[in-house]
């Protein structure tokens, strides 16, 4: 299970670049470019078909996806050649892929307002949520849980022993009653898909480490997005982007003003590459569908405020050579633009393997540990 839910996270995450690659690549055609190969994965190449004038490639290395684009790193004055366009279309190109990114969160939030989303909160009293509860998130095999029939996503109504019963609002009540009645039988009435079910289990006085006396591992969760009729999703959706991406400009912004001011990363950042994403896609994928699929939307709403930075090697810095190029009135020489971009590339891929090492592998470590 552990493992299928790793390969759907990382899958989503290719999925996201799929898309953003779609968006260089239909603006591209409208404009009547040629693209000379769409390719999932990064070379070497394993197959491919061409269809018209483009080669369609699936290749070895699972990390992303890319489009080649005619006269895209040349001046070439050919008719479907990228360096002859106006400029305003190259910028459009250019942008394509930053504008899918948040063309595809406006789809999964919109999907979220019909379906409705989760988010885990923790016992602490918070303000702003709704259909507040305590939820099933593991069930060690073997265990009383196990035994009884409780099963993953079980909403937890209330526990009962003779004479008495105990609604559960947060994990510590849950805890209480069970730290209480060791050795003695416990009712419990879960939520499980809308059905009000009814279980038995006794509290072990022994037990492995990690399990604790029932077996469960429960989490507080709460409403994030309330399910709306499916014609006010796209507008719902939209909004929400919207406020998504707000939110995510003032955290950048907090966290370059920490460092530029010698402050060091705000409490509550963490930084993560690729695989720390999938790590905590992976997590995020135990709350259900709804908290899983807002995830990668707020991700896809991260990556494309990443893209637009004014880096070489970045769509941000492939802007900027354009508007240099229109301030000047002729472009940056194709060499040296070339020069720029790969020393920023091999910067960036640096800094990846870096946050990967010192981030990301003992995040891997921790999620593989937890999931034996």
């Given at each position: 299970m552990m493992i299928l839910t790793l390969l759907v996270a990382f899958l989503s995450l290719i999925a996201l670049m799929i898309i953003h690659e779609f968006g260089h690549f239909i603006i591209a055609k409208k404009f009547g470019v040629k693209v000379e190969e769409f390719g999932i994965g990064y070379p070497p190449r394993l197959f491919g078909?061409?269809?018209?004038?483009?080669?369609?490639?699936?290749?070895?290395?699972?990390?992303?996806?890319?489009?080649?684009?005619?006269?895209?790193?040349?001046?070439?004055?050919?008719?479907?050649?990228?360096?002859?366009?106006?400029?305003?279309?190259?910028?459009?190109?250019?942008?394509?892929?930053?504008?899918?990114?948040?063309?595809?969160?406006?789809?999964?939030?919109?999907?979220?307002?019909?379906?409705?989303?989760?988010?885990?909160?923790?016992?602490?009293?918070?303000?702003?949520?709704?259909?507040?509860?305590?939820?099933i998130m593991n069930v060690a095999p073997g265990s009383p849980a196990e035994s009884a029939g409780l099963q993953l996503q079980d909403e937890v109504i209330s526990l009962s022993t003779p004479g008495v019963s105990y609604k559960i609002n947060k994990i510590v009540d849950f805890q209480k009653v069970v730290q209480e009645n060791k050795g003695k039988p416990v009712a419990i009435?879960?939520?499980?898909?809308g059905e009000s079910l009814n279980f038995n289990f006794t509290p072990r006085f022994e037990y492995p480490a990690g399990e604790g006396s029932v077996g469960v591992g429960l989490e507080r969760t709460a409403t994030l997005i309330e399910k709306v009729p499916w014609y006010q999703a796209p507008i719902k959706g939209t909004m929400?982007?919207?406020?998504?991406?707000?939110?995510?400009?003032?955290?950048?912004?907090?966290?370059f003003a920490n460092l530029f001011s010698g402050k060091g990363v705000p409490s509550g950042a963490e930084l993560a590459g690729p695989v720390g994403i999938t790590i905590f896609l992976a997590k995020a994928a135990d709350y259900g569908v709804g908290f899983f699929l807002y995830f990668i939307g707020s991700?896809?709403?991260?990556?494309?405020?990443?893209?637009?930075?004014p880096i070489p090697a970045l769509?941000?810095?492939?802007?900027?050579?354009?508007?240099?190029?229109?301030?000047?009135?002729?472009?940056?020489?194709?060499?040296?633009?070339?020069?720029?971009?790969?020393?920023?590339?091999?910067?960036?891929?640096?800094?990846?393997?870096?946050?990967?090492?010192?981030?990301?592998?003992?995040?891997?470590?921790?999620f593989w540990k937890a999931g034996l």
């Open positions: 078909k061409k269809f018209g004038e483009t080669l369609y490639s699936v290749n070895l290395i699972p990390l992303g996806a890319f489009v080649k684009i005619f006269g895209e790193t040349a001046d070439i004055h050919d008719a479907k050649s990228f360096s002859n366009l106006a400029i305003w279309k190259r910028i459009l190109i250019v942008l394509g892929g930053v504008l899918a990114f948040w063309v595809a969160s406006i789809v999964i939030f919109s999907v979220l307002f019909v379906i409705g989303a989760n988010v885990p909160i923790g016992d602490q009293d918070v303000a702003g949520f709704s259909n507040v509860r305590v939820q009435t879960v939520n499980r898909l929400y982007c919207g406020q998504v991406t707000w939110g995510a400009i003032q955290g950048i912004w907090s966290v991700i896809s709403v991260f990556i494309a405020l990443f893209n637009i930075f769509d941000g810095g492939k802007f900027v050579f354009l508007v240099i190029e229109k301030v000047m009135g002729k472009p940056v020489p194709a060499h040296w633009e070339q020069k720029v971009t790969v020393f920023f590339f091999i910067l960036l891929i640096t800094a990846s393997i870096f946050v990967t090492v010192k981030f990301d592998f003992p995040r891997v470590v921790e």
